[in-house]
T-cell receptor, first 115, second 114 residues
């Protein structure tokens, strides 16, 4: 049973470019969460999605950032016009249901470097 | 708001000695508590969680954690540390009040000395 998949593992962008990060949840999981890990910090919640719905995006910056989880295909975290401060590790997690007791299982992360 | 404090940046322990990684939390209502481990350039691996019931929770790789409601703590323990336990450990909390986000501590770097 494959775990959470993320790609690319490493992404380098120049300031002003767009970054697209992909996440495929574990088989049978329909709930996806995105977190950001800045250097020397813990993970910070960004957004929570179910298939075709954004449930909670309160942790995501209002500008330049967007997320989707279409009916078919992976969840996408999109960062437009990247800036150096966007450099971080972005982790995706998935869970089978929306129960608060569910464990969130994490992918290997995408490490974004903005030059 | 929910939050987690992991007071020590780094924990050094000799191989074979007991390992403790401290975590205290703040949350409205009853907490759901989690421990994850992160190896270099890897994602977070789930170790264990406390939902309800017995305050002592056993998890993967010989780890256990004790929930203490009066002290709002959820310390991670292992009776005998291995060199391979050297990693970054994160404590996380979620509120019972339906908010599915996890709030993470800053993490503790554990170094097990051979």
């Amino acid at each position: 049973n494959a775990g959470v998949m993320q790609n690319p593992r490493h992404l380098v962008r120049r300031r002003g470019q767009e970054a697209r990060l992909r996440c495929s949840p574990m088989k049978g999981h329909s709930h996806v969460y995105w977190y950001r890990q800045l250097p020397e910090e813990g993970l910070k919640f960004m957004v929570y999605l179910q298939k075709e719905n954004i449930i909670d995006e309160s942790g995501m910056p209002k500008e330049r950032f967007s997320a989707e989880f279409p009916k078919e295909g992976p969840s996408i975290l999109r960062i437009q016009q990247v800036v150096r401060g966007d450099s971080a590790a972005y982790f995706c997690a998935s869970s089978p249901t929306d129960a608060s007791t569910d464990t969130q299982y994490f992918g290997p992360g995408t490490r974004l470097t903005v030059l | 708001a929910q939050s987690v404090a992991q007071p020590e940046d780094q924990v050094n322990v000799a191989e074979g000695n007991p390992l403790t990684v401290k975590c205290t939390y703040s949350v409205s209502g009853n907490p759901y508590l989690f421990w994850y481990v992160q190896y270099p350039n890897r994602g977070l691996q789930f170790l264990l969680k406390y939902i309800t019931g017995d305050n002592l929770v056993k998890g993967s790789y010989g780890f256990e954690a004790e929930f203490n409601k009066s002290q709002t703590s959820f310390h991670l323990k292992k009776p005998s540390a291995l060199v391979s336990d050297s990693a970054l450990y994160f404590c996380a909390v979620r509120s019972v009040y339906g908010n599915n986000r996890l709030a993470f501590g800053k993490g503790n770097q554990v170094v097990v000395i051979p």
